[in-house]
């Protein structure tokens, strides 16, 4: 019993650093985003690339608790969520309690070169699509 116990645990801990296995985030190859960028965040390319020219797909899974800190892009992103609640903020600062919730289906645009941010008020995935080439330049940094 204690060493079914002590698996559960381990598991537990280990399933809690990856992303959920939902339907969502099951099929794209996500990978967790830099440090520097966003803590309890993954993101996975689905169609085209940020760095070159032309359209591009990327998905962003964020768990609860998750933050991806302020930022722009040179190019608009229009930004749609696929699943739970998305908490977006614009600004320059991190502000959990500013961001606006946005439920699943919602669709929205961010300008070209507006700070914004991201927090996982609770677990979330969405998509963004945008023309490349991109960047993602950090405030501040």
């Given at each position: 019993m204690r060493l079914f116990a002590?698996?559960?645990?381990?598991?537990?801990a280990g399933c809690a650093s990856q992303p959920a296995t939902s339907s969502w985030v099951s099929g794209p190859r996500f990978s967790p985003m830099a440090a520097?960028?966003?803590?309890?965040a993954f993101a996975a390319v689905l169609d085209g690339s940020a760095a070159?020219?032309?359209p591009y797909t990327i998905r962003i899974h964020i768990t609860?608790?998750?933050?991806?800190?302020?930022?722009?892009?040179?190019?608009?992103?229009?930004i749609t969520v696929?699943?739970?609640d998305l908490c977006?903020?614009?600004?320059?600062?991190?502000d959990e309690n500013a961001c606006k919730?946005?439920?699943?289906?919602?669709y929205f645009l961010v300008?070209?070169?507006?700070?914004?941010y991201g927090y996982g008020r609770s677990e979330a995935v969405y998509q963004e699509s945008g023309v490349g080439p991109s960047s993602f330049d950090l405030i501040g940094k």
């Open positions: 002590v698996m559960a645990l381990a598991l537990a520097q960028t966003a803590t309890g070159k020219a032309g609860k608790g998750g933050k991806i800190f302020p930022h722009t892009h040179p190019d608009p992103r229009v696929v699943e739970g977006y903020g614009f600004g320059d600062t991190f919730t946005y439920p699943e289906g919602s300008p070209a070169n507006a700070p914004h």
